[in-house]
């Protein structure tokens, strides 16, 4: 998928009204909390991504929520 | 991975008491620190909503023996020769409390009787036992399971709290037509990720153990149930569809030929994705239970067949799949068959029992 898909996936599964782009610091969106991360597991899953809770510590942005899903954006 | 068989075994009767008390997660909100936007969120996404749970003091025990005074409305109690119960919240540490409930419904003093500690796989290891049972020689075992979360889960847990409902439920398993397949999984090496640490032997009662302590998911206290829900999730996400699978092969059937899919409703988030992932609908794999009754733990899955699938249960022939995953980690599944069996509508604790 292309990073603007990737973008609109993100945004369905935050269920988020913020527009996103790579640079978005993570915290400044309400909706990425603990329910979010639940739905990106799932997300990820979906993707076929071995992605698991520790994997989410220490990201900062949205670009780093793009790197989880490595090859699968082109 | 455990896989068994067993022949000429039925399910005969399923019986599930919950607690009187209904708590909307608006009614509660308070104590979580929840303003109007996040009930709204954790409704939308997690379908939160109410739970039932009991007033102070009353113990699992005591739904379980109303639900099976229920059952013994329909049969004859002097059957039993065994009574299972699975269960997280006993009367007391010690003796087993289905001795206790032998003397209680005034079952026979010939009958064996022993407790099982496990939750939310408590079902399938219950009905595991009763069925080796029977397969040993038994005619009739009555196996009593559930929890009384609100003894475990402080009421300030924000992560915990709102999930969870208080159930007993009583199933009688009987020498008969029907067969079962049964595989099973536990893994110790996830045992932290729901754990109630304090208060057993390796971290005795202390006297900080009823101490709050805040944490980011809420506030609890040394003797109380943690969950670390992410881990959980991504748990369930990784196991319950690969054992469905092993089930399939095991028992040599396909989803097709399973009338219903009777799952441990830990939420409704989780039964959305398992059920996305089998592409089973709605109508198959009931998923609304947590919403109304709350995660009730071992007695989810006959909380479940009594709360929304009584009828069907009751009139027809069906093969049906139970499943029951989480604390341990410990998580299995059964394919059974039932045939026209008692299974009235959910029974509220302290209704009269002759009550229609």
């Known amino acids: ?74 | 991975m455990a896989k068994l068989h067993f022949e000429n075994i039925a399910i005969k009767a399923v019986v599930t008491t919950v607690g009187d008390k209904k708590i909307t997660i608006e009614e509660e909100a308070h104590n979580f620190g929840y303003d109007d936007k996040m009930i709204k969120r954790l409704k939308k996404r997690m379908g939160f909503n109410s739970r039932y749970v009991v007033n102070g003091g009353v113990c699992t025990s005591d739904l379980c023996c109303q639900s099976a005074e229920k059952i013994f409305e329909k049969f004859d109690k002097s059957e039993v020769e065994a009574l299972i119960f699975v269960t997280q919240t006993p009367d007391y540490k010690a003796p087993s409390t289905a001795i206790i409930m032998q003397d209680r419904l005034a079952l026979s003093k010939d009958i064996v009787a022993y407790d099982i500690n496990l939750g939310c796989s408590g079902l399938i290891n219950g009905l595991l036992h009763s069925y080796s049972l029977i397969n040993s020689g038994l005619e009739t075992v009555l196996l009593c399971v559930g929890d009384v979360a609100s003894n475990f889960s402080y009421y300030k847990d924000k992560n915990l709290t709102p999930l969870m409902g208080d159930a007993g439920s009583a199933i009688l398993i009987k020498k008969g037509i029907g067969l079962g397949d049964f595989v099973l999984h536990s893994d110790g090496s996830g045992y932290k990720h729901l754990i109630i640490p304090e208060g057993g032997c390796r971290n005795p009662f202390n006297k900080d153990s009823l101490k709050e302590n805040n944490f980011e998911d809420g506030v609890r206290r040394g003797v109380d149930l943690y969950m670390n829900g992410s881990e959980i999730f991504n748990f369930t996400l990784k196991v319950v569809p690969k054992m469905f699978e092993e089930l399939f092969n095991f028992a040599n059937v396909s989803k097709e030929d399973i009338d219903y899919f009777v799952l441990h409703q830990a939420n409704k988030y989780i039964l959305q994705n398992i059920a996305k992932k089998l592409e089973l609908s709605g109508e198959k794999l009931p998923m609304d239970t947590m919403t109304i009754y709350g995660n009730q733990n071992s007695a989810s899955v006959p909380g479940t067949i009594n709360g929304f699938l009584s009828d069907e249960f009751s009139s027809k022939k069906l093969k049906v799949l139970f499943a029951g995953f989480g604390i341990g980690l410990s998580w299995g599944a059964c394919l059974v068959d039932v045939d026209n069996i008692f299974a009235p509508k959910i029974q509220y604790y302290g209704e009269k029992n002759d009550k229609k």
Not at chain 1, 4 to 29: A, G, R
Not at chain 1, 38 to 54: A, E, N, Q
């Open chain 1, 1 to 74: 998928m292309t990073k603007s898909e990737f973008l609109e996936l993100l945004v369905e599964t935050i269920d988020t009204e913020c527009e996103l782009n790579e640079e978005l610091l993570l915290d400044e969106i309400e909706e990425y909390d603990s329910i979010a991360i639940l739905s990106l597991m799932s997300m990820y899953d979906d993707l076929d991504l071995k992605v698991g809770p520790t994997d989410f510590k220490d990201l900062k942005t949205v670009a780093d929520l793009m790197h989880l899903a490595g090859s699968k954006i082109e």
